[in-house]
Structure formats: structure tokens, C-alpha cells
């Protein structure tokens, strides 16, 4: 097992880490990103075929390389894959794939990060690897009956996967209503969950266009931590997650959805909504989201959800770790696309002041 120091280790290869890459570039700080995935952008590549992107090409770009297409337009899952292959390479940046980190500890010198066939001693750590790598799904699920198949929204490709029949569709949230969209041309569908709410317009719609700019200027600079309002959304979202934002209620209406309420208990081995229903389905699609691994932090400090404790994605209590990505980290903004950018290069400023061998240009970005 061959051993190395590096100054900076960022796990984790997608929109955060390549983020985060970038900005530690731009300020001279010596790095790597080891990403398990074998190709850049694989992340995106596993989710189901008709994937397509709530953020416009606008926000979709990381810093230095805009997204190439129309403002206004939508990348596929497959596309906007591709766009973070190119931009690790265009920028040079020191991706190491199929590289999966099994422990990160500590020494008397600093960080300690294995992967199966190396150890690196680092200065810092940024957590960058994404926080939704184990599918979440309901200890009840295991006893529906064996008959029925069952899906996380993870293993979900496409309506073929689904046998013939009625399909329940738990989660409401933006992933449960597209996927139960979808499923409606080809199945009876079923869908259980609380209303999340809605954004008040189509996105592809004159209005939409319009609004965007707005909202996504909203997200990243009012709904933050440092506001009355951005504190309560945070609360919100944390407990109930986002507002629908594609799919419309209507909409799932008008293709023929089912609406019920929550999934409470399995009785006779099938499902059983909050109001008593007992749904007699062939197959189930959990759209009921994920929670961190963090498994392999040997490290203090870990929270409920996995993640060390951290105040805007600096570890106070564990100096020279950090975290990229989260959950409004910051603001609504910073586990989107362009949310990591304003957040990485925060961090990055704050790395590079207690670096006096680093440039410390200008900040790029507003906190």
C-alpha cells in the first residue's frame, strides 16, 4: 500500500468537488479529488433514463466553464454527465477515479484518508462526496409481501422496469411526482405522500423564464442562514423537503394519478395508507429519499445526519475540515449546482488566508 502527503484532499468527484477543485486551483493550494465513480459525472449517469434537470443552463455551469447551451434550457441527467467529464479536463483538475476513501481518521499530524490501495496524510479535508448515498426507506418495507416488487427511486431506470399492474409511487417530493408522471403512460399509478407544496408557475412557461432569475437569485442570497426567512425554510425543508418544481399537481391529476395520503403500517403483507386503505399493488417505487454513508468518518464530532459538525461548512471543533454540499449548508442554494460554486469559493478564501504560502486573490463570489 503506497503512502503520500498532499495538502488537500476533497472526496468526492462531482458538481461539488470539481466546485471546490476549481477554486483551490485558482488559489495555488495543492490538491486532490478522489472520486469512486470510474468516470467523472457517473453519479448522474445511474439515475433513471428521462432525468431531465430542474436548474436551467443559466445555473448549471460550475466557475470558468458556463454551461454550453440556451439560457433557459434544461439539461438531461446524460448531458449535464458529460459537461462535468469536460470540465475536469478542460481545467486540468486532479480527479482520481474508481478511488473510494474507506476511512478517513486522524493522526498527531493531521488528516489520514485510505482507500483500498493507498494512504494519504493531508493538512485538510473537504467533504464533497454527495450526501444522498444510501437510499432511505421504511423498516416496514420488509414485510410486504415477496410478490411485490419493490424500488428505490436509486434502482428505478425506466417504466419497463416496473411489472404490469397497479405501481405505488411513496414520496410526493419532486422525484415521486416525475417518476409517477412517467409511470402513468404505461401503469396505474398510486401516489402516497404529503403534499410538499408547489412553486407557483411552469418552468418552461414565458413566466418561468422570467421568474427564474429571480428565484435562483432568492435561493442563493434571502433564503440563507443569516435571515429570519432562510432560517425557517431550512427548518422547513429539513423536516418536509422542497416544493414540486416541474411536475405540477394538476398535472399529475390529469395523467390519471391516484392521490392518497401517507403509507403508515403493512398489514397481510400490503401497504396500508394513514386512512386505513389497504393498496393491493404489483410493484412499489420509494421515492422517499436518501441519508449520508458515514460510515467510514472515523472522526468526533458526527451528527444525526451523518456529517461531522460543521458552521457553514467549516468544522470549528476539527480545524481543516470542511464541508461541501450539505443541505443548506448555507443558503436553499447550496446543494444545487450553482449553490456549490458561491459556497467552494468561500471556503477556498478562508483556506488560502491561513495558508500565507497561497495567493489570496480577491473573492470571486459573494458570501
Known amino acids: 500500500m503506497g503512502t503520500e502527503r498532499i495538502d488537500t484532499v476533497v472526496i468526492g468527484g462531482g458538481q461539488a468537488g470539481l466546485a471546490m477543485g476549481y477554486r483551490l486551483k485558482e488559489r495555488g493550494i495543492p490538491h486532490v479529488i478522489l472520486d469512486a465513480s470510474d468516470r467523472v459525472g457517473d453519479a448522474w449517469r445511474t439515475r433513471w433514463d428521462s432525468l431531465t434537470l430542474f436548474t436551467p443552463a443559466r445555473y448549471s455551469g460550475l466557475p470558468g466553464t458556463p454551461y454550453p447551451a440556451p439560457p433557459q434550457s434544461y439539461p438531461t441527467r446524460e448531458q449535464f454527465a458529460d459537461y462535468l467529464e469536460r470540465y475536469a479536463a478542460v481545467h486540468g483538475l486532479p480527479v482520481r477515479s474508481g478511488t473510494r476513501v474507506t476511512r478517513l481518521g486522524k493522526d498527531h499530524a493531521g488528516f489520514v484518508v485510505e482507500t483500498a490501495t493507498d494512504t494519504i496524510h493531508a493538512d485538510r479535508v473537504v467533504l464533497a462526496a454527495g450526501y444522498d448515498a444510501l437510499p432511505q426507506i421504511p423498516a416496514f418495507a420488509s414485510q410486504i409481501d415477496p410478490g411485490t416488487v419493490q424500488l ?43 403534499h410538499p407544496g408547489q412553486i407557483p408557475f411552469h418552468i418552461d412557461s414565458r413566466l418561468g423564464r422570467r421568474a427564474s432569475r429571480v428565484v435562483f437569485w432568492v435561493f442563493s442570497h434571502v433564503l440563507t442562514l443569516d435571515t429570519p426567512m432562510g432560517r425557517r425554510a431550512a427548518a422547513n425543508l429539513r423536516g418536509h423537503g422542497g416544493p414540486l418544481i416541474r411536475v405540477k399537481t394538476a398535472d399529475i391529476a390529469a395523467a390519471g394519478v391516484r ?26 417505487v420509494w421515492c422517499t429519499g436518501f441519508h449520508a454513508d458515514g460510515a467510514w468518518l472515523d472522526l468526533p464530532d458526527i451528527q444525526a445526519d451523518g456529517l461531522p459538525a460543521h458552521d457553514r461548512g467549516i468544522c470549528r471543533t476539527q480545524p481543516g475540515l470542511y464541508v461541501l454540499g450539505a443541505l443548506f449548508q448555507r443558503s436553499l442554494a447550496s446543494s444545487m449546482i450553482h449553490g456549490v460554486a458561491l459556497d467552494a469559493a468561500w471556503i477556498a478564501d478562508r483556506m488560502a488566508r491561513s495558508d500565507t504560502s497561497a495567493p489570496t486573490p480577491a473573492a470571486t463570489e459573494p458570501r
Open 152 to 194: 428505490h427511486s436509486s434502482e428505478y431506470r425506466r417504466p419497463s422496469d416496473v411489472p404490469a399492474g397497479y405501481v405505488l409511487v411513496v414520496g410526493a417530493g419532486n422525484s415521486g411526482a416525475d417518476i409517477s408522471l412517467e409511470l402513468a403512460q404505461t401503469h396505474h399509478v398510486v401516489l402516497a405522500g404529503r
Open 259 to 284: 392521490r392518497v395520503g401517507r403509507i403508515a403500517r403493512v398489514d397481510h403483507g400490503r401497504p396500508v395508507t394513514d386512512a386505513g386503505e389497504e393498496l393491493d399493488v404489483a410493484a412499489i
